[in-house]
Structure formats: structure tokens, C-alpha cells
């Protein structure tokens, strides 16, 4: 291997220090956050019932309530942070976010369709997976029948114009909805939380999002290559409209199943790319892995703070958003290029 | 090997020009000269196959360009946009391996002997010592000659320059023609056959290029630099006064008057080319 080009692609030394440091931390902060809350455990406590040995109490504690919530809060991290990955490469965009072919707004109204029928928790996830995967879907098929030479722009442009509508329903939804009983409910799931998170729960999204992983890793330098724009990219041998047509059904799909867990959490998608890059640089097959341990662990911190800093649970989005739109700020400050 | 046949280009229900031809092998040295709006841009979008023709074919290695895939297209002939900024910072080497896509696979990556290519792509044109630089903080000339190394990266016997000069200062123009005429003249052994447009004409006699002379879509001269870029084709082309001279050392150079022209006739010319 040649001087200094080790450091050019796939996963370098460097690379590979860094993203073993991040594993380290993670299971650090995942052990942490397993110990911390109502019911204190100290390390050794933790341990035996991680191992399944010592107190009754502790273990029911460890096995049920604190382990799916800390899973969950890597799954809904990573998942959002690769999508938004991914959407920022193919949309040549560092301020993009994984909702913005409105993926949010339709598991958004999926759910909210679902709580106002009142249907069982899984059925209400199940209605949102689906509600984001079609408003994405529909998103695609509008945009492929509009005559325009900037197929990117288009995309973007027809997402936010069914995203809005998906809002308008989903408002329509919530002045018809209860006001004591049902409404509650929507606006608790439209913040996001992992309040009542179950093993139950993680079960279909963790291989869903695996599933979209998968293509997004494999295609990690094609989506480079499509950052450079659609002409770029297909003179340089890509068949542009399959190969996005791929990235925006596998980050749609992650984006998708972790809404349907955890409702809508914003920012995380937009913000953890970019310290990412920070860190890595943009190309994808270093990109991908780096955003995936940082969006984990950023999100357990900060579900783990929604649990312990107040006797009440703090929505997810509240948190994301509180700590996201300044740095959001910081970003723009700095004098990001925004379109090309 | 390309060829073009009775081409009309334009978007859509838009034509922009018509009845082109042209024929570019190995060696070839092919500049496209002609007013801003002519229609040169859309030709090589054309050319390279990234905007249907409206009639006509274009051949690209003996088969029509819409019958090959992207890939197969990548392979055989490589563009040279002009010097762009991307999104993203990536390093020089990493722009320069892009060029390497259409020899993976579906999934692939760049591999060891892909770094080579791109490593030796860059010394080639002097570069070398910016393959870890971030490229969107390079100067316009570095930019264009990092996409130049792409290019050569991509081992495409055939080149497309859209403006390769535009934007480059005065010693970046003659670096880069310089390196234009080694590429073609590495044709014995390497065969690179190479489109460019250009506003300068005094590069297609630097480059002792072929010249195809288009005005309003159409082609109205075609030939050897020195047959085709004569003071009277130039001054009806971009409306104004040239003369062709010979220098000392035997190179000719075109010299616009600056006099000023019939106000009027300049004004409607502007007008039909926008």
C-alpha cells in the first residue's frame, strides 16, 4: 500500500481507532445508562443481573425496563443518523435532514390515524411505519411525472408539498381527536419518547433497519460519487435513478421504523452527520459507520437525561430540538454552502 | 472512437441546433469555437450521451450511445466539467478515484490497484503533492487539473472539455493546454482522443487542433485550425472584426479590432443567440 493513500478510503487505521474508541464509549454510556434511574444500581448490582445472577428486584429492572429502553435508544440514534447520512450525500445538502421527503409527516399522520381509531400499540406503530413508507412512496412516483431536468430539486420541492399536506391532515385528526383522552396521546407521540418501550417494540424495527443498512453500506461509494450532482455522477458511469431510487427506499425505510418505535425525533439526523464528517471527512464508507456509533450514543445520552432530570419524562423531540437548533445555528454561522 | 451523425440537439420540444456531424478518433484534437449560446454545451451533453439526440446517432466504439449503459459509456469516454465546488470537502485523491467508478462493480470500491491509477493519474500532471488536500478549498486551476486526473483516472480513450480554460488565470491556461497536447500526442501508445469547446481561438492553432466553427446551432465551418479560422470566418461568427496574424515564431494568433462595430447588427446578433 502506497504512502499516504491508506488514508484515502474504506475503513483506515485512523478510522478504525476512532470507530473502536466510539464502541468503547458506547458500552460505556449503554452500562451507565443501564445503572442510572428511579431504582439506583451500583456496577456490581448491574453486572450480576446482566449476567443473571444477585437480586430479584434488580434484574427484573436491568432485563425489562432498562435494557429495551438503552437498545432502543442506540437503535433510534444510529438508524436516524445513517438516514440522514444518506440523504445529505444524495441530496447534496449538509443541512438536510432525514424527513425531508416527508417521512415524518406521513408516520406522523399514520400514528395520529391510528391513536384517533384507537387501534392497539403495535397497530398504531404498523400504521405509522406505513404512513412514512407511503408518503415517501408518493413523494417518488409525484416527482417521476414531473417534467423537470433537476430531478433532485423536484424531489425535495414535492416533499415538502406532500409533507405539508400529511401535516394538514394530521392537524385536521387532532382537532376531531378526544381532547382528554386521545389528544394527549398524539402530541406525546408527534415529540417522540421511549417512555413505554418494550423488547415487543424493538423487535420488527431493529431487522427493518438492518435490512436498509445493508444497501446503504454496500453502495457507500456510489453515494459519494452521486454527491457530485446527477450529471457528474452518470458521466462518470452511475445509473443515477436506480441507484437513488435505492438510497431513498433504504434510508426511507430506517427512517420509517424507528419513527414507528420512538415518534417523530428531529435534529438527530441533521446534526450528527455533520460531527461526523467533522471527524472523518465525507466519504460515505467512513461516514456511514462514524455517524451510525455517534447518532447511538448521542441518543442515549439524551434519553437518558429525558428519564432522570425531571419527575415527569421530557419528550425526545423537546431535548433533540433544544440541544439540535443552536448547534443547527452554529453550523449556519460557519457559512455552510447551502444549494448548489 | 466517436462519431456523430446529422445530430439535432436541444431539450425536449427545444431544438438547439441541427444537422451536426463530427468524427473524433485516437490522436484527435477536436475544439469546439463559437458564440456563448451556440448550442456547444448541449452538443456534449449530447456527445456524452446525458441528453437524448433529437435525430441523428451518436457511435460511440461502433454501437449507438443509447444502446450502452452508463458504464459502458464511462469507459470509453470521460468529461471534464468545468471547475466545480461540491458539497462536501473531499480530498483531491478521493475526486480523482470518482474517475475509477465505471470499472467497479455494483457494490464495488475502489481498491489497491484503483489508488494506483488515480496516485499516478495526479504525478502525471504534476499534482501529486494535492492528493490530500481538500478539494473545494483548491484554486480554480488545481480544481480543473484534479478533474483533468480524473479523467485520465478513468482510462477513457476519449476526453470531453467543457471550457477547460474558463476561469483559469493566465499560466493555468497554458499549463493546461499544455497537458491537453501531451494527451493527445501520447496517442501513439495511449490513443486520447480529445473534445474541447473553448472562447480562445488562438488555442486551437496553440493545439494545432481540428475545428468545428458553430454559430446558432448549426456548424458553419469545419476543419484543420489553420484552414478553418480565417479573419473573415471569425468576424462572421462572433460579429466583429478579427484578423489573423503570424507571429515571429510562426504560430498564428487571432486579434479581435477594437473598434467599435455597427451597434445595431451586434445588438440583434446578442439577441438571437440568448
Redesign the interface.
Known amino acids: 500500500m502506497g504512502r499516504g493513500t491508506t488514508a484515502t478510503i474504506g475503513l483506515s487505521k485512523p478510522v478504525l481507532t476512532l470507530a473502536g474508541g466510539l464502541t468503547i464509549c458506547l458500552a460505556l454510556l449503554a452500562f451507565g445508562a443501564v445503572m442510572i434511574g428511579p431504582y439506583g444500581l451500583t456496577p456490581g448490582q448491574t453486572l450480576a443481573a446482566l449476567v443473571g445472577r444477585g437480586d430479584r428486584q434488580a434484574q427484573i429492572v436491568v432485563w425489562n425496563i432498562r435494557l429495551p429502553r438503552v437498545a432502543a435508544a442506540l437503535l433510534v440514534g444510529a438508524a436516524l443518523a445513517a438516514a440522514g447520512a444518506s440523504y445529505q450525500a444524495l441530496f447534496r445538502n449538509p443541512l438536510v435532514s432525514p424527513d425531508i421527503l416527508g417521512v415524518s409527516a406521513g408516520a406522523g399522520l399514520g400514528a395520529v390515524a391510528g391513536i384517533f381509531l384507537s387501534l392497539p400499540v403495535a397497530a398504531i406503530q404498523a400504521s405509522a411505519f406505513v404512513g412514512g413508507m407511503v408518503a415517501v412512496g408518493f413523494v417518488t412516483l409525484v416527482a417521476s411525472m414531473v417534467q423537470n431536468t433537476d430531478r433532485t430539486l423536484t424531489l425535495v420541492l414535492i416533499g415538502v408539498v406532500i409533507g405539508a399536506l400529511a401535516g394538514a391532515a394530521t392537524s385536521l385528526l387532532k382537532v376531531m381527536a378526544d381532547p382528554y383522552d386521545q389528544l394527549p396521546a398524539i402530541t406525546f407521540w408527534l415529540l417522540g419518547s421511549l417512555a413505554a418501550i418494550t423488547t415487543e417494540d424493538i423487535r420488527p424495527a431493529l431487522p427493518m433497519v438492518l435490512v436498509g443498512l445493508v444497501p446503504l453500506a454496500l453502495l457507500r461509494w456510489k453515494i459519494n460519487v452521486l454527491s457530485l450532482g446527477d450529471e457528474e455522477a452518470r458521466a462518470l458511469g452511475i445509473e443515477v435513478g436506480r441507484t437513488r431510487f435505492l438510497v431513498i427506499a433504504s434510508a426511507t425505510l430506517i427512517t420509517a421504523s424507528v419513527t414507528a418505535l420512538a415518534g417523530v425525533v428531529g435534529w438527530v439526523g441533521l446534526v450528527i452527520p455533520h460531527i461526523a464528517r467533522m471527524l472523518v471527512g465525507p466519504s460515505f464508507g467512513r461516514l456511514l459507520p462514524v455517524s451510525v456509533l455517534i447518532g447511538a450514543g448521542y441518543l442515549l445520552i439524551v434519553d437518558t437525561l429525558a428519564r432522570t432530570i425531571a419527575q415527569v419524562e421530557v419528550p425526545l423531540g423537546i431535548l433533540t430540538a433544544v440541544i439540535g437548533a443552536p448547534f443547527f445555528v452554529w453550523l449556519l454561522a460557519r457559512g455552510r454552502r447551502g444549494w448548489s | 472512437m466517436l462519431e456523430a451523425r446529422n445530430l439535432a440537439i436541444g431539450?425536449?420540444a427545444t431544438k438547439i441546433g441541427s444537422d451536426l456531424s463530427l468524427r473524433l478518433g485516437s490522436g484527435d484534437i477536436l475544439c469546439l469555437l463559437g458564440p456563448n449560446g451556440c448550442g456547444k454545451t448541449t452538443l456534449f451533453?449530447t456527445l456524452?450521451g446525458?441528453l437524448p439526440a433529437l435525430a441523428g446517432t451518436v457511435m460511440l466504439g461502433g454501437r449507438p450511445i443509447t444502446a450502452q449503459?452508463?458504464?459502458e459509456?464511462?469507459?470509453q469516454i470521460?468529461?471534464v466539467?468545468q471547475a466545480?465546488?461540491?458539497?462536501?470537502?473531499?480530498?483531491a485523491?478521493?475526486v480523482v478515484?470518482?474517475?475509477r467508478?465505471?470499472?467497479?462493480g455494483?457494490?464495488?470500491?475502489?481498491g489497491?490497484r484503483d489508488?494506483?491509477v488515480a496516485?499516478s493519474a495526479m504525478d502525471r500532471l504534476g499534482i501529486g503533492d494535492l492528493?490530500?488536500r481538500d478539494y473545494s478549498r483548491l484554486s480554480g486551476g488545481q480544481r480543473q487539473l484534479v478533474l483533468i486526473a480524473r479523467a485520465l483516472a478513468?482510462e477513457a480513450p476519449l476526453i470531453v472539455m467543457d471550457e477547460p480554460t474558463a476561469s483559469l488565470d493566465f499560466g493555468n491556461q497554458a499549463q493546461v493546454l499544455a497537458h491537453i497536447s501531451a494527451l493527445s500526442h501520447a496517442a501513439a501508445t495511449e490513443g486520447c482522443g480529445v473534445v474541447l469547446s473553448t472562447h480562445d481561438p488562438d488555442q486551437a492553432f496553440a493545439l494545432d487542433a481540428y475545428v468545428l466553427l458553430m454559430k446558432g446551432g448549426q456548424a458553419c465551418a469545419h476543419g484543420p485550425a489553420q484552414d478553418v479560422l480565417t479573419g473573415d470566418t471569425l468576424s462572421t461568427v462572433y460579429g466583429i472584426a478579427v484578423s489573423v496574424e503570424t507571429t515571429t515564431s510562426g504560430r498564428k494568433v487571432c486579434l479581435p479590432s477594437l473598434v467599435r462595430q455597427s451597434a445595431p447588427t451586434m445588438t440583434s446578433d446578442a439577441l438571437t443567440m440568448a
Open positions: 431539450y425536449g451533453r456524452l446525458l449503459s452508463r458504464a459509456i464511462a469507459r470521460a468529461y466539467p466545480h465546488a461540491p458539497p462536501f470537502p473531499f480530498e485523491i478521493e478515484l470518482m474517475g467508478t465505471a470499472r467497479l455494483l457494490f464495488g470500491q475502489p489497491q489508488r494506483e496516485r492528493a490530500h478513468q
